[in-house]
């Protein structure tokens, strides 16, 4: 034996149990999921992105895949519209196609509209630590949350439960908050008798209604944007 030779190095341990080699380039930030880290909770020692308390999470929010522009589309995580969330989450990809292709694992309509209402239950809590979502690193709790609302598909294993990591995080958002106002306007005039100016001495002679879309920073207060639209019945 040459001492003055070092030895082989020992092989690398083997892949955890569970884990999922992502054998391609990332297409979303939640597929940062996939990434290895030894020092993870998770049984496959991956990026845990479906824990409230996990220190991973604010990688949600820090990174993004593209440097996005102002676009239309971006749906707000703190939405009451459970079926919203549902129209995002449902036939997203419980498995990578690299281990199932073509794929059958899909989220359904009704495990979709489930994970959909618990997420807007979550988000609407006024109990101490729940509540709205106020970046994109709190998908990750509201991932932990759908994944307990659907223990048999989403919240099989860590690659399952951070679906909702991987559908809502770039196409999620809570610096925005969208405002609609009801506008009803109307034209008249008060009966040559009236003794005050009530609404029941008004004598409407036309109306019109419209509905005011204001985009809110929530940030920084600004208006980002408006649109106002006149409804016809």
Do not use: C
Not at 25 to 37: C, D, H, W
């Amino acid at each position: 034996m040459n001492s003055a030779r070092p030895p082989f190095a020992p092989y690398p341990p083997g892949a955890p149990a569970g884990y999922v080699l992502l054998n391609r380039r990332f297409e979303n930030v939640g597929e940062f999921g996939y990434a290895y880290n030894p020092a993870s909770t998770t049984t496959s020692k991956t990026l845990d992105l479906a824990s409230a308390t996990s220190p991973a999470r604010a990688i949600l929010d820090f990174f993004t895949y593209n440097t996005a522009s102002r676009r239309a589309g971006i749906v707000n995580l703190n939405t009451r519209n459970g079926p919203i969330l549902a129209s995002i989450i449902r036939g997203a990809l419980l498995h990578d196609l690299g281990s199932e292709n073509p794929p059958t694992s899909l989220v359904s309509q009704q495990d979709a509209l489930t994970a959909g209402q618990a997420i807007v239950q979550e988000t609407t809590s006024t109990a101490a630590g729940h509540g709205p979502a106020l970046t994109r690193a709190d998908v990750a709790r509201l991932a932990a949350v759908a994944a307990a609302a659907v223990p048999a598909t989403i919240g099989a294993s860590d690659e399952a439960k951070q679906t909702i990591a991987r559908t809502l995080a770039e196409a999620g958002q809570a610096r925005t908050w969208n405002l609609l106002i009801d506008v009803i306007a109307q034209t008249g005039k008060y009966q040559p008798n009236a003794q005050d100016l009530t609404a029941s001495n008004f004598v409407v002679q036309g109306e019109k209604r419209y509905w005011l879309h204001i985009a809110l920073d929530r940030d920084g207060g600004t208006v980002l944007g408006t649109q106002l639209e006149e409804v016809f019945e």
